[in-house]
C-alpha cells in the first residue's frame, strides 16, 4: 500500500510541481492541489484508455541473484 501512495506523491511532484505553490493563501492553495489531483486522474485515465504500459520496475540485488541461480 505504501508503494502505491509513493508512486502517487511522485507523480505529483514529477508532472505538476505540487511541492511549490503558485499562490498565497491557504484556499487558492487548496484549488491548486484539486487541479493537480484532477491532472493526474486525467494523465492516469488517458493512459488506461490507450493502454499504454506501466514503466519497469526496479529489481533488487537479492531478486537479481535469484533469478540467476
Known sequence: I???????????VRRTCIRRT???GLPKTHL?????AT???IIRLDAWLTETPLGPTRTSHLARLDLAA
Open 2 to 12: 505504501r508503494a502505491g501512495v509513493e508512486g502517487t506523491i511522485s507523480q505529483a
Open 32 to 36: 491548486g492541489h484539486v487541479f493537480a
Open 22 to 24: 503558485r499562490y498565497t
Open 39 to 41: 491532472a493526474i486522474n
